[in-house]
């Protein structure tokens, strides 16, 4: 099935955002996903299995550098 999901990344106690950020941009796109970077989320469409895959690996990682939260809302009637 085909979904899209909106992220969002929250580093906590770290100096600096971007870090966080580009990580996931990185295994998003190492998913085979194309993210839509915006000023507050980023959006990805994709099969559901690559979709869940991709953010428990960005997941992981950013949360390997230390205390995160990960927002995201997913949705099977918004990709177009």
Known sequence: MTISAQVSIYPLRQAHLSPAV???REELEAHGLRPEMGAMSTQVVGTDDTV???LRAAFI???SEGQVVMSATFSNACPV
């Open 22 to 24: 580009e990580a996931v």
């Open 61 to 63: 990682r950013v949360a």
């Open 52 to 54: 869940f895959a991709a």
